[in-house]
Structures are given as C-alpha cells and as structure tokens.
C-alpha cells in the first residue's frame, strides 16, 4: 500500500520562495516515477513537474526555470522547489505516484501566492 504526504505549503509574496515535500510510503519508491499536479479553483488539474526513477525530469512551460523536482530515494521523499512565484501559481499542489497497477495521489497543500 503506498501513501503520500504532501508539506511545505503556505502564503508567500509574488517572487517569493516555497519547498514542498512529499513523503511516500510502501517499498519500490525508488523506481517510480513521481510527480507533482496542481488545480487552481475552477481549473482542471495539471502537470507542473515530473521525474523518473532515474532521476530524468520534465516540467511544465509555465513552471520552467523557475521550479525545480528533486527525489531522495533514501528519504522516499520528492521535492518541488519553487522560485520567482506568481499569483498564477496559486493552487492545491498534489503529489503522484503512477505505476502500471495503479495511480497514487496525496491529499494536497495549499500555495497561495500574493500580489
């Protein structure tokens, strides 16, 4: 059974900084490709950031040079680091884990970015 659990979000002013966590439990962390979604109100979900258990990444155009997926697989733990933030960014931010069997998904945090 895998849970995840997101932390680090919170109230920041545009420009600001936030590092959200993800902390994953249940075996095979470490060749699992992890992600992060986010959904502002009244939007769809979306893909912000993704990396491969080996550690290769993708990221949205919008988030680009300014965000940042990391992993500890010692920690089985994800981050997103987030710089130069914009009012755009606030949203629930989610934590995913998509394996062949099944898609895995934390509760949210909520980033709120001030103008």
């Known amino acids: 059974q895998v849970q995840l659990v997101e932390s680090g979000g919170g109230l920041v002013q545009a420009g600001g900084s936030l590092r959200l966590s993800c902390a994953a439990s249940g075996r095979l962390f470490s060749i699992n490709d992890m992600a992060w979604h986010r959904q502002a109100l009244g939007k769809q979900r979306e893909l912000v950031a993704a990396?491969?258990?080996?550690?290769?990444?993708n990221y949205a155009d919008s988030v680009k040079g300014r965000f940042t997926i990391s992993r500890d697989n010692t920690k089985k733990t994800v981050y997103l680091q987030m710089n130069s933030l914009k009012p755009e960014d606030t949203a629930v931010y989610y934590c995913?884990?998509?394996?062949?069997?099944?898609?895995?998904w934390g509760p949210g945090t909520q980033v709120t970015v001030s103008s």
């Open positions: 990396i491969t258990g080996g550690g290769h990444t």
């Open positions: 995913n884990m998509p394996t062949v069997r099944n898609s895995y």
